[in-house]
């Protein structure tokens, strides 16, 4: 089945650096969303990627659907504590219905 | 608050034993996924429901089973629990069967002892 690579596993950074993940996969999607999971909470839906080379913001976050269809990334601007999470990287299974494989995560923490 | 509403938010059974995890939807929204999550396996995808009706299977064991009802609420029932079983359970909603924008409730803690 299709699996989605995240890289790093987890990032140790300085309150106000700037952060870039990237996800990847062996297969083509043709969507890419991008998750938060707070500690002892579900994930939340940052943003949504549609169409290839799409560069989409949301506040400090952004998050580009990469040309070749086959990878994703997110990058947070100036980080700050609230930052600290797990993000998820996902797509649709076989890029067919709405069922949706997730990456293994990348793990952030921010230092005050 | 996402408006998804998952309980119980823990639970500790011992092995050989059956639970029900239950979720509420989003209001509006007529499709429920389960998920689970494991240090070890990620999120993984298990059963899909829309409208009553189960829509899309993925990596659901057999003894493991959903449904949803005419008042759109879902169950998880596992039964025959494992100590492997312990894990996070996510239910996600969404409007639609076409929408890939979930909302996820906070998800069951199950420990299995």
């Known amino acids: 089945g299709q699996q989605l690579n995240q890289n790093p596993q987890s990032m140790f950074i300085q309150e106000g650096e700037d952060v870039s993940m990237n996800c990847t996969s062996s297969s083509i999607f043709n969507t890419w969303l991008w998750y938060k999971q707070d500690p002892g909470e579900g994930p939340v839906l940052l943003i949504a990627l549609y169409k290839a080379g799409e560069l989409t913001s949301n506040g400090r976050l952004t998050a580009q659907f990469g040309i070749t269809r086959k990878d994703s990334f997110l990058n947070i601007s100036a980080s700050i504590p609230s930052d600290v999470g797990i993000y998820f990287c996902a797509g649709p299974q076989n890029n067919a219905g709405n069922m949706l494989t997730f990456g293994g995560g990348t793990r952030l923490m921010v230092k005050p | 608050d996402s408006g998804v509403t998952q309980t119980p938010k823990h639970l500790i059974t011992a092995t050989g034993q059956r639970v029900t995890l239950r979720c509420s939807p989003r209001s509006g929204d007529l499709s429920v996924y389960w998920y689970q999550q494991s240090l070890d396996q990620g999120l993984q995808f298990l059963i899909q429901y829309y409208n009553g009706e189960e829509r899309a299977k993925g990596n659901i064991l057999e003894r493991f089973s959903a449904q949803q009802f005419p008042d759109l609420h879902s169950e998880l029932n596992l039964s025959s629990l494992e100590l492997g079983d312990s894990a996070l359970y996510f239910c996600?909603?969404?409007?639609?069967?076409?929408?890939?924008?979930?909302?996820f409730g906070s998800g069951t803690r199950l420990t299995v002892v």
């Open positions: 996600a909603s969404s409007q639609n069967t076409g929408s890939m924008r979930y909302t």
